[in-house]
Nanobody
């Protein structure tokens, strides 16, 4: 198991940028695939983007392609989500998730979750 803590959320105007961090405990972080999901009020949790444990494979939702970039620094036990050109519809709680096996858009494939960080984009 790995414990995950997200940070970096906040309030930003449309068109702005934020970088979320996902700090992990444990010495096996490098073996984990990492994903970001988000959940807006009254909506189901949705997949944002994911990266393989070695960083060679990335999947992203169509809604964030070209705007959001996921990365993983195994030396720092931290994953990141760089979000550019933010839109009001990006407003949500963002969750970091990790899995030794699963990689993709299905939340059930991830068995390690952070507590979430709020991102609010004003118009």
């Amino acid at each position: 198991q790995v414990q995950l803590v997200e940070s970096g959320g906040g309030l930003v105007q449309a068109g702005g940028s934020l970088r979320l961090s996902c700090a992990a405990s444990g010495r096996t972080f490098s073996r984990y695939n990492i994903a970001w999901f988000r959940q807006a009020p009254g909506k189901e949790r949705e997949f944002v983007t994911a990266i393989s444990w070695i960083g060679s494979t990335v999947y992203s939702a169509d809604s964030v392609k070209g705007r959001f970039t996921i990365s993983k620094d195994n030396a720092k036990n931290t994953a990141y989500l760089q979000m550019n050109n933010l839109k009001p519809e990006d407003t949500a709680v963002y969750y970091c998730a990790a899995s030794l096996i699963g990689l993709g858009e299905n939340s059930i494939d991830y068995n390690n979750w952070g507590q979430g960080t709020q991102v609010t984009v004003s118009s």
